[in-house]
Structure formats: structure tokens, C-alpha cells
């Protein structure tokens, strides 16, 4: 069974870094980025169906939604990193829709020497964290290729959070999902709710506060034209929804 980590689909600058040795992880996704880094040994990853091998020194840069798994090759001393779009938001918006051609990429010397010693072996800040994370987006684009996610993925999955990341400031419910994609109603909840863990509408409403921190951050705009735009249909739903993903309202986000 594909899983959702949930806790790794959070916004507001949520970032998570753990190091693991001789472990692996059964195939999940999340909202996310994911970033990999082998510290000693060899791992297997895997990225939508794609394996490859990965050795020290090695980075992986995991976008959001992509289903992936990994496990030891042998011996394996790894460190991995689960942050929001908030940290890279320039490079989020510049790769909205697309996918890599590859995940596994690598640096060079003194790229790594920094991420290392300001990231990976630091209680870095905020600022510094975003310098590392934007450094290593950097890297990731120089080195592979991007291009149009694929569509008409087998995995149903995949393909319904293809259609909501594209679509979730219109109106949305799982049955006008299900009729778009052309699978029955109940057909959706099932494999969502049972299969995968997901709830649609907390789904739905993931991609839209995200939008909204978007234009909190970057514009001057009003709360009411923000929560349109996100896709909410009232202000008091906005607020609403809002302050239970984030913990706190549009407002005192903007002053804090």
C-alpha cells in the first residue's frame, strides 16, 4: 500500500531532517519537497516507478507528490530532509507541473562542504536553511532536466492529485472530480479513504492555504481577494480553514 504522510504534507515552513542508518521506507508521498543525501554506503531509490543507485556524496531532490520508496544497498548511512514550499518558493512556482528527468544529482566540492557544514551538521536559522535549500534547487537544475509531468499515470492516485494541484481554486468535490476523470464516486473515496489515507477535502484545502501564504508573502493584496483566489468561497471558511492548518488567522500570519 502507497501511504500519505500527512505530517510531511504541512505548509508554513514546516522542515523536518533526520539521519537513518541501514533504513529503508515503504512507498509514500507527500505535498513536500524531499531531499536526500548520502553520508556513507549506497541506497536504492526509487521515484515513480524509476530506480536507481545512489552513492556517498550523492543528492536526491524529491518533489511534491511523487511517489517514491528507497532501501540499503549493502550498507547505508543517509540524511534526509522533508520541507515546505515556503522555503523555495520561487523555485516551487518554477517547477509547478513539471518533473525531473532523473531525481539523483550531484554537487561539486565546495557546494557540499557548505551544505554540509551550514546544513546537514547545523542548527541552522531560517535564513540559512533557505540559502542551503535554494543552493541545492539551484544544483538540482543545472544538472537534470525538466519536463511536463506525465499524464495518464496508472496510478489513479497520481492522477487525481495531478488534476487537484491544477484546479483546486475552483469548486471542488470528489464527485465532480469523479465525474471529470470518469470513475465512480464511490470508486474515489474508497481508494482514497481506505487505500491511501487521504481526506479530499483537507487535500483540497492543503494547495489552497499554500496558495494563500503565496500571496500573504509576496503581496500587498487584501485578505478577502487572497482567500478568492485561493479558491475559498467566503472569508469566514478562509479564516477558518486556515487557522486549523497553520495554527494561527490570516491576519496575525501577515504581522508575525
Known amino acids: ?5 500527512k505530517d510531511n504534507s504541512k ?6 531532517a533526520y539521519t537513518y542508518v541501514n ?4 512507498p509514500h508521498f507527500h505535498k513536500n519537497f524531499e531531499l536526500i543525501f548520502i553520508l556513507d554506503g549506497e541506497l536504492r531509490l526509487t521515484v515513480n516507478g524509476e530506480s536507481s543507485i545512489m552513492s556517498e556524496g550523492e543528492l536526491a531532490l524529491i518533489l511534491p507528490n511523487q511517489i517514491h520508496f528507497f532501501e540499503p544497498n549493502g550498507r547505508s548511512n543517509i540524511w534526509v530532509a522533508v520541507f515546505s514550499e515556503q522555503f523555495v518558493s520561487y523555485f516551487a512556482r ?3 507541473g513539471l518533473e525531473g528527468e532523473r531525481s539523483v544529482f ?3 566540492d565546495a557546494t557540499l562542504e557548505f551544505i554540509k557544514e551550514k546544513l546537514i551538521f547545523a542548527d541552522s536559522s531560517l535564513i540559512m536553511k533557505k540559502a542551503c535549500l535554494y543552493t541545492v534547487c539551484d544544483r538540482f537544475l543545472a544538472s537534470v532536466a525538466l519536463h511536463p509531468r506525465k499524464r495518464g499515470n496508472d496510478d489513479l492516485v497520481c492522477h487525481i492529485l495531478d488534476y487537484v494541484s491544477e484546479h483546486f481554486t475552483e469548486p471542488l468535490t470528489l464527485s465532480s472530480v469523479a465525474k471529470e476523470l470518469g470513475y465512480e464516486y464511490h470508486y474515489l473515496s474508497r481508494v482514497l479513504g481506505k487505500g491511501y489515507g487521504i481526506n479530499f477535502s483537507g487535500l483540497v484545502n492543503e494547495y489552497r492555504v499554500d496558495r494563500a501564504i503565496s500571496l500573504l508573502e509576496s503581496t500587498d493584496k487584501p485578505i478577502t481577494d487572497i482567500a478568492l483566489e485561493s479558491g475559498f468561497q467566503s472569508i469566514r471558511n478562509f479564516n477558518h480553514v486556515f487557522r486549523a492548518v497553520t495554527g494561527t488567522t490570516p491576519k496575525s500570519y501577515i504581522k508575525g
Open 1 to 5: 500500500m502507497i501511504k500519505h504522510q
Open 11 to 16: 505548509s508554513n515552513y514546516n522542515y523536518n
Open 23 to 26: 533504513h529503508g521506507w515503504q
Open 94 to 96: 518554477q517547477t509547478e
Open 106 to 108: 550531484r554537487c561539486d
